[in-house]
């Protein structure tokens, strides 16, 4: 991911994560294993290697750090992934805040930030976090 360029569908998919996890101040170790399990199972990572998850996480971390990082990578989550790919861009983001126990009010904010650069739908939205929730209920 070159940081003032277009990017491609999975460095996309691999920022919206980073985007949620590193919003409360850090990636966690949890957060970068929910990250690279994701990578590792889900067809949309089919041709992404997953020893480039360190390097492209990386680039989106000194991305974010630029002057207007944030806005630049919201333009850029909302470019690169086809239209279809939105939806399982905002899922991706929500595994990633769901799959961490500690999170914070950031992580949320930030999500709200992910479903508004991505333009979708609220009912669509909506589905995807209950869905998210409800894969990560616990039973006890």
């Known amino acids: 991911m070159r940081t003032h360029d277009s990017i ?4 996309a998919l691999v920022l919206t994560m980073v985007l949620v996890s590193a919003a409360d101040g850090g990636i966690t170790d949890r ?3 929910t990250m690279s399990g994701l990578v590792q199972t889900l067809p949309a990572f089919q041709d992404f290697k997953a020893e480039r998850l360190a390097d492209v996480t990386d680039r989106a971390v000194a991305l974010l750090r630029e002057e207007d990082g944030l806005a630049h990578a919201g333009n ?4 690169a992934p086809n239209a279809r790919l939105r939806e399982t861009a905002y899922a991706l983001a929500c595994e990633v805040v769901a799959g961490d126990r500690g999170t914070k009010r950031q992580s949320f904010d930030m999500l709200d930030f992910v479903r508004a ?3 979708l ?3 669509i939205s909506a589905a995807i ?3 998210v929730r409800a894969r990560h209920q616990r039973v006890t």
């Open 8 to 11: 491609s569908a999975s460095d």
């Open 31 to 33: 957060e970068i294993g």
């Open 76 to 79: 850029l989550i909302r470019l």
């Open 117 to 119: 650069e991505l333009e």
């Open 121 to 123: 739908d609220p009912l």
């Open 129 to 131: 976090e209950r869905g």
